[in-house]
């Protein structure tokens, strides 16, 4: 069984420059926790062929995340599923996937903070903190303050992402976040394994 007793940096793959391969194997060696599938507008097929590729990359030391699809999480054998708010209720994808799948939740306002945590999820994720352009239909940015916000209602592990990057992650660590996710900074890198570096040094110094 499977449990987050510490997050850290929460790795997302979505169209990495260099592959979801080559930057899974980077993130694996320097020691993140929890990597997420994240496909947003690729055909189910191939989001598929590539789950299964990562599953045999990714180590059993790793958490393996599929992004909005519980169906495709236990076909690909992967350790859990992130759900958004328009996705599969939490129930369902707990009773689809067993008591030991690691279950994530997007929240995005106070309201859906507590009602998360209200389901014991394994984590939740808080954002976005600032404007992203990873959502067709963005939802409205927290700032630190409401991030923050969210962060003293959350009673179970809360990811901080959306926008964060090495200008502005010191900002989102001193408004408390322990755990956080930066997406583009790595993904869009020519070198995301010194990218990845510099924000994991940031986070644990």
């Known amino acids: 069984m499977k449990k987050l007793d510490r997050i850290g940096f929460y790795g997302i793959l979505t169209e990495p420059k260099i592959g979801y391969l080559p930057l899974?194997?980077?993130?694996?060696?320097?020691?993140?926790?929890?990597?997420?599938?994240?496909?947003?507008d690729a055909p189910r097929e191939t989001i598929r062929d590539t789950a299964f590729a990562l599953r045999s990359e990714i180590p059993a030391s790793t958490i393996f995340i599929?992004?909005?699809?519980p169906a495709l999480a236990l076909e690909v054998q992967a350790d859990g599923?992130?759900?958004?708010?328009?996705?599969m209720p939490y129930a369902e994808a707990r009773a689809m996937l067993g008591p030991d799948a690691i279950i994530g939740l997007s929240t995005h306002n106070p309201r859906q903070t507590e009602e998360a945590c209200a389901l014991n999820p394994d984590y939740i994720g808080v954002g976005p903190v600032y404007a992203t352009p990873t959502k067709k239909i963005?939802?409205?940015v927290l700032g630190i303050s409401g991030m923050r916000e969210m962060l003293a209602l959350s009673t179970v592990p809360a990811v901080c992402l959306g926008g964060i990057d090495h200008d502005n992650v010191d900002d989102v660590i001193a408004g408390g976040a322990q755990n956080i996710c930066a997406v583009r900074c790595i993904n869009a890198a020519d070198k995301p394994d010194v990218e990845l570096d510099k924000m994991i040094s940031k986070m644990f110094n």
């Open 24 to 40: 899974a194997r980077i993130m694996v060696e320097q020691g993140v926790r929890i990597i997420q599938l994240r496909m947003k």
């Open 66 to 69: 599929i992004n909005d699809d």
């Open 81 to 87: 599923v992130h759900l958004g708010q328009s996705d």
């Open 138 to 140: 963005p939802d409205p």
